[in-house]
């Protein structure tokens, strides 16, 4: 019986680098979707507690209120202070949207620069490697 021998290419210390961090980056993408459905499920399910409150505070209060006979005036001022309190949550909320874009950006910016210094030390790694490659007598195989 024969035995086969897979052939291999022989393997660069830049094939093993390049193979291990892709390995590192699929994890990670791999793992987003998760990160996103975990933020909406955290979300959704705060969303239905907000309501479910807000459901049950309705029935209270609307005793109490025909109880006690609550000036609507009251009800209205409340109301515009609400409305004030909400706009300048959500006005917070858009700054730091803003912000995290920005960070993104910046970020984004930043891997450019990187990119390109490292295609930068990488071509002259290559011209090293040339040069020394050229300097060295090759070694003859027997």
Do not use: H, W
Request: glycine share 4%; charged share 25%; net charge negative.
């Amino acid at each position: 019986m024969a035995q086969k021998t897979e052939s291999k290419s022989p393997l660069s210390v830049c094939d093993v680098m390049r193979d291990s961090t892709n390995d590192v980056i699929m994890k990670l993408e791999g793992l987003l979707p998760l990160y996103i459905e975990g933020f909406a499920d955290l979300q959704s399910e705060g969303l239905r507690i907000a309501r479910d409150f807000f459901g049950t505070c309705y029935i209270a209060e609307k005793e109490l209120e025909d109880k006690l006979g609550v000036d609507q005036k009251a009800i209205e001022s409340f109301e515009k202070f609400s409305k004030i309190m909400s706009q300048t949550a959500i006005s917070q909320i858009e700054m730091f949207s803003n912000m995290q874009k920005t960070f993104v950006d910046n970020a984004k910016m930043a891997l450019e620069s990187y990119d390109n210094q490292v295609k930068a030390m990488l071509s002259t790694y290559a011209k090293m490697l040339e040069y020394a490659s050229a300097s060295i007598p090759k070694v003859s195989s027997k």
